[in-house]
C-alpha cells in the first residue's frame, strides 16, 4: 500500500511563495515517479511537475515554469513543490501523485488528500 500525505499550503499574497512537502510511506519511494497536480473550483484537475525517481530529470506545466522547482529526498520518503512568485491563478488544491512518468492522472496511481492554496490579489 501507498500512502501520500500533503503539507504546506495556505494563504499567501501575490508574489509571496510556498513550499509544499509530500510524505510518502509504504513500498520504497525511490520506486515511483512523482508528481504535483492541482485543481481549481470548477477546473479539472491538471499537471503541474514531475520528477523521476533519481530526481535528475524533471518536467513542468508552461504555466508554473520558472516560477515553481519540484524536487525529491529519497532518504527521506520526501518530495517537495517549491512555489515563487505566486499568482491568484496559482490558487488551487494541489495533490501529490506517485507512479510512472507522464502528465496525466492514469500515469499516476497514487494520491494524497491534498492541500490548499489560496494566493490573494
Known amino acids: 500500500q501507498v500512502q501520500l500525505v500533503e503539507s504546506g499550503g495556505g494563504l499567501v499574497q501575490a508574489g509571496g511563495s510556498l513550499r509544499l512537502s509530500c510524505a510518502k510511506s509504504?513500498?520504497?519511494?525511490?520506486?515511483?515517479?512523482v508528481g504535483w497536480f492541482r485543481q481549481a473550483p470548477g477546473k479539472e484537475r491538471e499537471f503541474v511537475a514531475t520528477?523521476?525517481?533519481?530526481?535528475?530529470?524533471?518536467y513542468y506545466a508552461d504555466s508554473v515554469k520558472g516560477r515553481f522547482t519540484i524536487s525529491r529526498d529519497n532518504a527521506k520518503n520526501t518530495m517537495y513543490l517549491q512555489m515563487n512568485s505566486l499568482k491568484p491563478e496559482d490558487t488551487a488544491v494541489y495533490y501529490c501523485?506517485?507512479?510512472?512518468?507522464?502528465?496525466?492522472?492514469?500515469?499516476?496511481?497514487?494520491w494524497g488528500q491534498g492541500t490548499q492554496v489560496t494566493v490573494s490579489s
Open positions: 520528477i523521476n525517481p533519481s530526481g535528475d530529470n524533471t
Open positions: 501523485a506517485a507512479g510512472s512518468w507522464g502528465t496525466t492522472r492514469r500515469d499516476y496511481p497514487y
Open positions: 509504504g513500498r520504497p519511494f525511490s520506486m515511483y515517479t
